[in-house]
């Protein structure tokens, strides 16, 4: 599913917004969702999952053009931890979707 496809989504869902309400209302909750990650915080929704930031410490690796030795820095990355809800909805499906198809 992309960005289009959740405004899509939710405009259909909802008649009273309009495309362009539904655009800005994923626009700030994206928005929201990222200013919060960038200030470290944890984001957390029930029944769906949470979102982190994970620190990768600096490292060195290998040029694998030259075998050269490269300093990798520091990073900060997002992380997503789904929920259990999500987790057994998702493989319930899944299961649902297989024995389906061998029908």
Sequence with gaps: MTR???VEALASQFHQLTHRDAEFAVKTILDAMGDALVRGHRIEIRGFG???V???PPRVG?????GESVT???KRVPHF???????EAVDNRTEELRAANKL
């Excluded at 290998?62 to 030259?66: A, D, E, L, S």
Aim: net charge positive; no cysteine; proline share 12%.
């Design 4 to 6: 289009s496809d959740l």
């Design 50 to 52: 949470s979102f982190s």
């Design 54 to 56: 994970n620190r990768r």
């Design 62 to 66: 290998r040029n694998p053009r030259t």
């Design 72 to 74: 990798i820095p520091e």
């Design 81 to 87: 931890k789904p929920g259990k809800a999500l987790r």
